[in-house]
T-cell receptor, first 109, second 119 residues
């Protein structure tokens, strides 16, 4: 079956760096998405990776290894507003999204 | 950035009635749109994939006769919840895919969501 795994919850300190991992097993692969979702709001698109390597966007970076079925989202210089859920999703061969359950990130002062 | 709108943002309806939710991509054409629902403190659940000009693809367990999806144009998809019941009360979110860069690069933009309450 198809499966996306990511940690349920993580805690980090303001100003620090945190890495959220995502592993996947899907029928085909047409890219991996990361989203941020604050409570009560729709998710916000953060990144899309389809090729191996690191994509950097400001404080956020996303890495992909297709051979390992693995991705991570790296958040630097953490701010309190980064407290949110982070969703990993893979687009399979049918261009449908397979979602992880999300990682709740808690930022402490 | 690209904008996806949903209307209405909130709706309260009586049990047994039908409700239509619109999802529009405002500044790009989207051949593919997705419909999700989210219960409190849970992750998004994909309901269906909506492709312009063809029938929607529903996820397992989602009743296609209850959740009618119409993707009539490249900028509009609608979700109609028919004969709504209290258990259909949820947060419904749509998203639209926009091709960016080459053929195999996409960006996905989410609508703000529609909160449906069935009384």
């Amino acid at each position: 079956g198809q499966n996306i795994d990511q940690p349920t919850e993580m805690t980090a300190t303001e100003g620090a760096i945190v890495q959220i991992n995502c592993t996947y097993q899907t029928s085909g692969f047409n890219g991996l998405f990361w989203y941020q979702q604050h409570a009560g709001e729709a998710p916000t698109f953060l990144s899309y990776n389809v090729l191996d390597g690191l994509e950097e966007k400001g404080r956020f970076s996303s890495f992909l290894s297709r051979s390992k079925g693995y991705s991570y989202l790296l958040l630097k210089e953490l701010q309190m507003k980064d407290s949110a859920s982070y969703l990993c999703a893979v687009m399979d061969s049918n261009y449908q999204l397979i979602w992880g359950a999300g990682t709740k990130l808690i930022i402490k002062p | 950035g690209a904008v996806v709108s949903q209307h209405p943002s909130r709706v309260i309806c009586k049990s047994g009635t039908s409700v239509k939710i619109e999802c529009r991509s405002l500044d790009f054409q989207a051949t593919t749109m997705f419909w999700y629902r989210q219960f409190p403190k849970q992750s998004l659940m994909l309901m269906a994939t909506s492709n312009e000009g063809s029938k929607a693809t529903y996820e397992q367990g989602v009743e296609k006769d209850k959740f009618l999806i119409n993707h009539a144009s490249l900028t509009l998809s609608t979700l109609t919840v028919t004969s709504a019941h209290p258990e259909d009360s949820s947060f419904y979110i749509c998203s639209a895919l926009r091709a960016s860069g080459g053929s195999f690069s996409y960006e996905q933009y989410f609508g703000p969501g529609t909160r449906l309450t069935v009384t």
